[in-house]
Each structure stands twice: as C-alpha cells, then as structure tokens.
C-alpha cells in the first residue's frame, strides 16, 4: 500500500508538471517520456536507469536485457536512417532502454510472484525515476524561468562579498589555465550523473543475491535533492555571476539582460541591492547550488567504499566545486548553502532508515534551521554582510562547518559498537 500511496502521489505530481509545462508551449515530462518510445532521448539517463534496474537480475538476464536494448537501439536507427530522420541534437540511442525496462515491468506483473515481483518491479521503478526526475527537473527550470521575471542575483553577490567574491578569483585562474582547466572540468561538471550511476551500481552490487535492496543507498538522496531543490529556486530566483554579471543573455530585440559585463575580471561593487529583471529562458538555478549538494552526496557515500571509489567521490567534489565557481555558475554563498542543504536532507533519509532518535531529529532541525538562516540573510541582510566582511565571513563558513561537524558526529553515534572477543581462560591440564 506504500508504494501504492508513493506512486500516485509521484503520478500526480508528474501530471501538475505536464499541465503548467503545457501552459508555457512546451511539453511536459510525461510527454517527453512517451516521446522518447519512438524518438531518440538523451541516452545517459536511461542507460543509467537501466543498469540500475540490472542490478535485481541474474548475470544472465542482465547480458539478455542488455543485448536488448541495444538491438532495439539498432533497429530504430536502422528505421530512421532509412526514413533520412534527423537526431535531436545529435542522439541516436537510449529508446531501446526505455523498451527494455518498461517490458521487465510487464515481465514482472504477468509472469513474476511474490518477492520476485516486489524485488523486480522495485528495480523496474528505481530505474524510471531515475529517468522521470531528469524530465521533471528539466520542466521545474522552465517553469522557474517562466514564472519569476525578476531574480535576486544582486543580493547573492553583495552577500558573496563576505566570502571575498570566490566565482571571480576562480574564474581567473580557470581562464589562465585554460584550455586544460576548462575541458578537465566541463567533463566533470557534466558527467556527475555518471559518477553517482557508478557509485549506486557499487552499493546495489549484491541486490540480485541478497533478494533485497539496501535500506538506504545514493539514488535516495538524489532524488530528494532534485525534487526539493527547484522548489527553493521559486523562492529565491538567481541565474548566476556569468549570466547576471557577464555575457549576460540576448531576448527579444537583442536584449542584453546582464547588470554588467564584470565577470570575472571586477567584483560587483558593494551597492544597495534590489530585483532585476531577467530573460523568460535561463533557468533559475543557483540557490542553493544543487551540483554541490549532489557533489556532496557522492562524497559521503564512498566513505566506506573502495579506496578507488573514496579518492573518486573526493576528486569528484573538489573538481565540481571547481568547476561550479569557475565557470560562474554560482556564488560562493550558494555553495555554502548546498553543502548544508545536501547534510540535511542526507541526515533526515538515514533517520528515516534507522529511526527518528535524538541526534538525528536534533541533526535535521539544526540543519533546517542553518539554512533557513542562510536563506534569509542573503535576502534582507546582504549588505551588513558586505560591510563586514571580518565577521560575516567567518560566521558563513563556521555556521556551515557545525553543520557537518553535526553530521560526522551523528554518523560516528550510530556505528555500531566494536567489542574485543573474550578469549576463553586456559585451564590447567590435570596431572
């Protein structure tokens, strides 16, 4: 009945989605998952959603399935080269994928009983929402864009002066080190779904085995992050220092929508902030950064994986908040905010595994409360911030280290104790 509830709730979810995405003149996120049964999607995120779903089958079911979705992959080129179809924006596979899972889930309700059917439809269903909330994030941006014709990208960076404007000294060094920078990060910034596919595939490994899945693994945190996210970006709009401080954007009329061509040579000076208008296509996407929260995720769920695996998630969270700053995708207060963002959300999902005990409750109401706090003083404390730097600076950076304190020592409290094995007492033999 659980999973009942959570499907329908996440059907009619996706429906409200397809309905305001269809007031806007674009397709929704159903839309575009049926449109991907014939055309060619983006191939990543269905690839990824099934090799997850793989992971409840036996080896041999897996190459068969696999083999599948490639041969359906081939037929439908075959069909469109024939028809002289052109590729949206360049992609040839991924249909074959889709085929494949949503078949497993008929294979599952007709021809599977009991655990099996539970198990391969939980696969069946991890691996389409994998799929859904990239179609679903995609149309959150678009309603952001849509619907918040001003952004609060002034108010960000006055309070970003209290870091010391980080996007516009990363920016520089991105740029004198470039091109190897720019292509080393670019690949890391785009490829982070891979990263967390590839951990996730590590945690399931034993799904097929154990009959089970773990009670809580990365793709949980994912999602959760993906979902709640762009509902903050409603609240508090921003596009980031390279839109609203540099090249900008070109609207209707060649509009150019940027403040100032700053970026990153100048920081913004230290002015009263207030709204600016912004163009109806670039996504609002920067508060809290959410490459950094899923950055973070990744981090800490391959604490306890191979040390291949730890030096990866390590690697892979330097790198992307490398890469995030220096491309002037985001200001350093929008970093600060992810990270406590992701530590909490991460804590409320292990409680909600493990139970609800007084650290943890106290851990999620701690970090709810941090980041609320950051929310609110880059909004009407931006300029406090500016002027003293000194303090406000510290208080950012010490406000987002108690958190993850918070955090490593909840997760200390809850391994489980290590006793030494008694050794039994020797006995004297009998004479």
């Known amino acids: 009945m ?64 696999a083999g599948a979705a490639i041969g359906i992959d081939l037929v439908f080129l075959l069909a469109r ?15 074959g994928a ?123 945190t994912f999602l959760v992050i993906g979902l709640l996210g762009p509902g903050i970006y409603m609240l508090f709009p921003v596009v980031g220092p390279v839109f609203a401080y540099g090249p900008g954007a070109s609207g209707t009329g060649g509009i150019h929508w940027a403040m100032a061509n700053l970026w990153p040579d100048v920081p913004p000076p230290i002015n009263t902030p207030h709204p600016m208008p912004y163009d109806g296509i670039t996504p609002r996407n920067c508060m809290p950064s959410l490459h950094t929260a899923w950055a973070v995720a990744i981090f800490i769920h391959t604490r306890r994986a191979p040390r291949v695996l730890r030096f990866a998630g390590t690697f892979w969270l330097i790198a992307t908040l490398a890469a995030t700053l220096g491309f002037g995708y985001h200001y350093g207060v929008d970093l600060v905010a992810g990270v406590v963002f992701a530590l909490t959300i991460e804590a409320a999902l292990r409680s909600l595994d493990r139970g609800w005990d007084r650290p943890g409750i106290q851990l999620v109401i701690y970090g709810a409360t941090v980041f609320a706090a950051l929310f609110v003083s880059y909004r009407y404390l931006p300029m406090e911030m500016a002027r003293h730097p000194v303090i406000s600076g510290p208080l950012l950076i010490l406000a987002m280290t108690s958190v993850i304190y918070g955090y490593a020592r909840t997760a200390k409290l809850r391994e489980p104790a290590v006793t030494p094995t008694r050794q039994p007492e020797l006995q004297p033999e009998p004479l």
């Open 2 to 65: 659980l999973w009942v509830a959570a499907g329908v709730v996440a059907l009619g979810f996706l429906i409200t989605l397809e309905i305001a995405a269809r007031r806007y003149g674009q397709p929704g996120p159903i839309s575009n998952q049926v449109k991907a049964l014939v055309f060619a999607p983006k191939p990543g995120p269905l690839y990824g959603g099934l090799a997850l779903m793989l992971m409840v089958l036996p080896w041999r079911q897996r190459f068969i399935a």
């Open 81 to 95: 080269w024939a028809g002289d179809a052109t590729m949206a924006d360049g992609h040839w596979f991924g249909t």
């Open 98 to 220: 889709l085929w494949v899972m949503l078949g497993f889930g008929g294979i599952a309700v007709t021809r599977r009983t009991g655990r099996e059917r539970v198990l391969l439809l939980k696969g069946v269903g991890l691996g389409l929402l994998l799929v859904a909330g990239r179609k679903t994030g995609d149309t959150w941006l678009l309603i952001t864009s849509k619907t918040r014709p001003t952004v609060l990208d002034p108010y960000v960076a006055t309070a970003d002066h209290a870091l010391g404007n980080p996007s516009w000294l990363v920016g520089r060094i991105v740029e004198a080190t470039s091109p190897f920078s720019t292509h080393l990060l670019h690949l890391v910034y785009g490829q982070l779904a891979v990263a967390a596919v590839v951990v996730a595939l590590y945690q399931l490994r034993n799904v097929a085995v154990e009959g089970r899945f773990p009670s809580h693994h990365l793709v949980r």
